[in-house]
């Protein structure tokens, strides 16, 4: 990705939209200089708390954020600007982040830049995949939405109705006593079986609704269905709900590239079907590499670089967090 | 011979013959990454479903394709070719005649819905114009409903295709749409459809608050 500005410029980002704190040093050649997390992890069997996170972030933030300079080997007066999580996500979470970085900004008296935390998973998948106009599927607690750029913003093809693909993952497993995230369990589980039990298929057009897959998921299991089979059919049916709404969208915009990106990209099962749908459709496909599908300082580092090189800044008095901002809402003014 | 002349998200759609007469050979083809049993399920559900509800839709004054023939385990349908542009490309072409079809789309949705008949995939793709009508294809998604809820996600859904697909036109020609729809349905009916709309957008994750 070029940068508008001619000389090379060095960013620090940080990310606190839910359980992961993380801050990062970016440059604008888009090497990762560090990309340091920390990560927190709710007892078995509940969610994540906003308070109790954010009591994390409190905790480990003056740690990370110090490590994340160290391994880049700079000091923060050589940084030439600052970058948030502005939202989405969990208020108490986004604070934290917010207030941090205002407070770097205002002493070091660095520009401050308001990213937000969609966007910075799919252009982070953008540079450190190479993909330039694709159908992106972004996957995560967070999110489930098909988009594609146009005109200067996100447009979001489809979207789910109402839980996202992590919270479903997250809460059968909360459910079945793992704690969040617990994709990666589930995924291991599904790996154990071949036997399908029949879970709602919902697709409304364009977009996806998981709640039913949940409840019916979550009374089987109660009824004493083997839970590697459970696993297993509650993936085959919601990644293939997925894998027919990026189709969609793919035939519909005739685009050539799809990306999959977000926390449960990693998911190999999903990664498998969103290639045959590409085949289909002599389209390239790309996924993020594992280490960066998940939340990280890096996203937020690179897209406020990126927001920065054109132009945008926010003064730290009006630097508000929206725990709903949607992608869609952002103006993006460093692609074409 | 048949001639593949697009491959859709969900089916192939090839040009042919049906005894002597020009045909659309509609086959949903296997997902190979589909669990079997799923994947038969759904293509023999749309396919029973798409011939159906182009039945009845054409019941309810909307003009379909006739269809000709179906073969449910093979999840084939043959129907009546129509020479037609779809409304994608009228709207990506910036025809002077956008708007007024958008309201014939209003008008004609409405229609469906007044029988009950939820389309459930009512893109601009699905749309065809034939000699400056307006052609409704690709019944896979519908279903029967009474709910108003069923039928404000239909108008949302056509509302995103808008607004992702054709930004520029995205509000006028979403008014248009609900314009056309009044006219049949009546006032009180768009009123309460236009409401349950914005509580679904409200519903959705990180909602457009407005």
């Known amino acids: 990705m070029k940068s508008k500005l001619d000389k090379e410029i060095v960013c620090w980002g940080c990310e606190s939209t839910a359980h992961t704190f993380s801050c990062s040093v970016l440059k604008s050649d888009g090497k990762i200089l560090s990309d340091v997390r920390s990560i927190y992890t709710p007892p078995p069997g509940s969610g994540i708390h906003p308070r109790d996170a954010s009591r994390h972030h409190i905790e480990v933030a003056p740690k990370v954020v110090k490590q994340s300079l160290i391994q880049a080997k700079l000091s923060m007066n050589e940084v030439d600007a600052i970058a948030f999580s502005a939202g989405p996500g969990l208020g108490p979470c986004l604070r934290v982040g917010a207030t941090i970085s205002r407070a770097l900004a205002l002493y070091y008296n660095k520009p401050l830049v308001p990213v937000n935390h969609a966007i910075g998973h799919i252009e982070l998948a953008t540079i450190l995949t190479g993909a330039k106009d694709p159908i992106v599927l972004l996957v995560s607690g967070g999110h489930t939405i098909i988009t594609a750029f146009s005109l200067g913003r996100w447009r979001v093809f489809g979207e789910t109705l109402d839980l996202t693909v992590g919270q479903l993952l997250d809460q059968f497993g909360r459910e079945i006593g793992f704690s969040s995230p617990s994709g990666q369990k589930i995924e291991e589980l599904a790996k154990k079986s071949s036997k399908y039990i029949s879970l709602p298929y919902t697709v409304k057009g364009n977009d996806v609704s998981f709640s039913g897959i949940l409840t019916s998921a979550k009374k089987l299991f109660h009824k004493g269905e083997d839970l590697e089979s459970l696993c297993f059919s509650l993936q085959e049916v919601a990644f293939a709900m997925l894998a027919e709404v990026t189709e969609r969208a793919l035939a519909f915009t005739e685009k050539k590239e799809v990306l999959l990106t977000g926390g449960v990209a990693a998911n190999k099962r999903l990664q498998e079907m969103l290639i045959e749908v590409s085949n289909r459709h002599g389209a390239n496909f790309f996924v993020i590499p594992k280490e960066y599908s998940g939340d990280c300082g890096a996203q937020i580092a690179w897209t406020g670089l990126l927001a920065y090189s054109a132009g945008i800044s926010v003064d730290v008095e009006k630097s508000f967090v929206n725990q709903s901002w949607r992608l869609d809402e952002v103006d993006v003014k460093w692609r074409d | ?147 108003l809820e069923d039928m404000a996600v239909d108008l949302h859904l056509m509302k995103g295709v808008l607004e992702s697909a054709h930004v520029e036109v995205a509000d006028e020609a979403f008014n248009k749409i609900i314009e056309g729809y009044a006219e049949i349905s009546g006032m009180k009916m768009i009123k309460e459809l236009v409401r349950k709309i914005k509580e679904i957008e409200r519903r959705g994750r990180y909602a457009r608050v407005k």
């Open chain 2, 1 to 147: 011979m048949e001639r593949l002349i697009r491959k859709g998200a969900e089916a192939d759609i090839y040009l042919g013959e049906w005894f002597g007469k020009e045909a659309i050979l509609k086959i949903r083809k296997p997902k190979p990454y589909r669990q079997p049993e799923l994947d038969a399920e759904i293509r023999k559900k749309r396919t029973l479903h798409e011939a159906i509800f182009l039945m009845n839709a054409r019941k309810a004054g909307v003009s379909t394709p006739l269809v000709y023939f179906i073969d449910q385990n093979k999840a084939e349908i043959v129907m009546q070719y129509i020479k037609g542009i779809r409304l994608k490309e009228i709207i990506s072409d910036k025809s002077d005649n956008i708007y007024a079809l958008c309201s014939e789309v209003g008008r004609c949705i409405a229609k469906l819905h007044r029988n009950n008949i939820i389309h459930g995939d009512l893109t601009t793709s699905n749309f065809l114009v034939a000699k400056n009508r307006l052609v409704f294809i690709d019944f896979g998604l519908a279903f029967f409903s009474q709910r």
